[in-house]
């Protein structure tokens, strides 16, 4: 079962400057079934990247995804104030999803 | 638009089963070749996958839980159900159920991934 381990755990940054979000895989993984959410407080995951790199239907083009093999990363370029919240990155493998335990991004 | 609801005992005693419902509506579960899951989060933690299911029966789970998870799905109804057994404090948390899309057929929203999430229901595991 494969591992994935967000970093940092906590990330202050201010709006207006750029966040980037780490998830590494304990295998390599197919960069097809790599997967973005973020969550805001009190509410449902939202998913924002599939496919490692591909922006779902709606997320604003300040969020993009990169990286293959065992690295990978989310960018939000320019924070707004709705985007501190947690993002989780996910992979799907073997019939199983597996998620990484998140990273909260935080006003400083 | 689809929307899915949770629904099912907030209170759950332990040893008990905990028997939870999502409610697909804006759209026939069996429109499309998705799957159907359920996820997990304990307050203050981070998010688990329980199991998922498709329409024509095809269920798999967590490892972890595997022994403890029954998910079944109702077309007539456009529901599909989590069962999990034993119950402990350990499994106190908010439930969510989500639509899984898989490669080879893109929702409107996305082309893999959880595109679409209930809110979400608390269970607590206690006497």
């Known amino acids: 079962e494969i591992v994935l381990t967000q970093s940092p755990g906590t990330l202050a940054l201010s709006p207006g400057e750029r966040a980037t979000l780490s998830c590494r895989a304990s295998?390599?993984?197919?960069?097809?079934?790599l997967v973005w959410y973020q969550q805001r407080p009190g509410q449902a995951p939202r998913l924002l990247i599939y496919g490692a790199s591909n922006r779902a239907t709606g997320i604003p083009d300040r969020f993009s995804g990169s990286g293959s093999g065992t690295d990978f990363t989310l960018t939000i370029n320019s924070l707004e104030p709705e985007d501190f919240a947690l993002y989780y990155c996910q992979h799907y493998g073997g019939s199983l999803w597996t998620f990484g335990q998140g990273t909260k991004v935080e006003i400083k | 638009q689809v929307q899915l609801q949770e629904s099912g005992p907030g209170l759950v005693k332990p040893s008990q089963t905990l028997s939870l419902t999502c409610t697909v509506s804006?759209?026939?579960?069996?429109?499309?070749?998705?799957?159907w899951g359920w996820i997990r989060q304990p307050a203050g933690k981070g998010l688990e996958w329980i199991g998922h299911?498709?329409?024509?029966?095809?269920?798999n789970s967590s490892p972890s839980l595997k022994s403890r998870v029954t998910i079944s799905v109702d077309t007539s109804k456009n529901q599909f159900s989590l069962k999990l057994s034993s119950v402990t404090a350990a499994d106190t948390a908010v439930y969510y159920c989500a639509r899984e899309v898989m490669w080879g057929y893109c929702s409107s929203n996305s082309c893999f991934g959880m595109d679409v999430w209930g809110h979400g229901t608390s269970v607590t595991v206690s006497s």
């Open positions: 295998q390599k993984v197919d960069t097809f079934y």
């Open positions: 299911i498709n329409t024509t029966g095809t269920t």
């Open positions: 804006g759209g026939s579960i069996t429109s499309a070749p998705y799957f």
